[in-house]
């Protein structure tokens, strides 16, 4: 952040670097009791479909687990609103998608509602504050990479390229860890939230910017076993009833 801001020069640069002084104030949250972070390792990396068969029988399994209660996380619109069609047709429990209402309507029916489920895309990482049981799990589709095709952030990649430094990890990695960590926030928003993140891209366990990601994140319990995620979000559910 600090040398996004300017605050900090690149090592070896003959510019000095102007004062400052930051603070870490911490948490209120116990993420590790609280929260558990799951990545879907045992899925196919995610390709250029919207979302992959073996995608879908994860999230159905997941929502049918928690008994709805799902913040749905998509890199898309297009995904978000296939993905919706599917799940109302396998699913018992309901299921809103951005755009079919204001967004402040729709997170309104979702708070009010327990087994409702809401899916939508990039201002739903960001602005979406539910405390309570009617959200118990938050579902990220793929790590929110910016487009290849962005002209202003393949400048910078190019830039730091050209000074010697990894323009992947300084630009494309660093903009997908801030737009996780902003999509995991939505899980617990007062210190008696409980649930789990699951983000269905293998690439999270797999690749080798898998632990810069992840390291990104607060410190929630993670795992990989889907077999114990289903268990604790049926626990959840059963202790809300």
């Known amino acids: 952040m600090a040398r996004n801001w300017g605050l900090s020069v690149p090592e070896g640069s003959d510019t000095p670097a102007p ?23 045992h899925l196919p990396p995610p390709g250029r479909e ?25 890199s898309s619109m297009r995904a978000a609103k296939a993905t919706a069609e599917i799940m109302r047709e396998r699913l018992d429990t309901p299921v809103l998608c951005q755009g079919e209402d204001t967004t402040a309507a729709l997170v309104r029916r979702f708070t009010a509602d327990s087994p409702t489920s809401l899916f939508g895309t990039l201002s739903l990482w960001q602005g979406v504050d539910v405390p309570g049981p009617s959200l118990s799990l938050v579902i990220i589709d793929r790590i929110p990479f910016p487009r290849p095709d962005d002209p202003l952030l393949t400048a910078r990649q190019r830039a730091i390229a050209a ?17 996780l960590a902003q999509g995991a926030g939505r899980l617990l928003r007062s210190v ?22 992840q390291s990104s994140l607060p410190p929630y319990w993670p795992t990989t076993d889907p077999a114990r995620v289903r268990s ?5 559910a059963a202790a809300d009833r």
Request: glycine share 14%; net charge neutral; charged share 20%.
């Open 50 to 74: 919207a979302t992959s068969s073996e995608q879908l029988d994860e999230i159905a399994e997941l929502i049918t687990a928690a008994g709805g209660r799902t913040l749905g996380l998509f």
């Open 192 to 213: 008696d939230d409980r649930g789990v993140i699951a983000i269905l891209d293998s690439r999270m366990a797999t690749a080798r910017y898998g632990g810069f990601l």
């Open 232 to 236: 604790a979000l049926e626990r959840l």
């Open 163 to 179: 000074r010697g430094g990894n323009g992947f990890m300084a630009v494309a990695a660093s903009h997908a860890a801030l737009l």
């Open 19 to 41: 004062k400052w002084k930051g603070m870490d104030v911490g948490s209120p949250f116990s993420h590790e009791k609280s929260g558990i972070l799951y990545v879907a390792k």
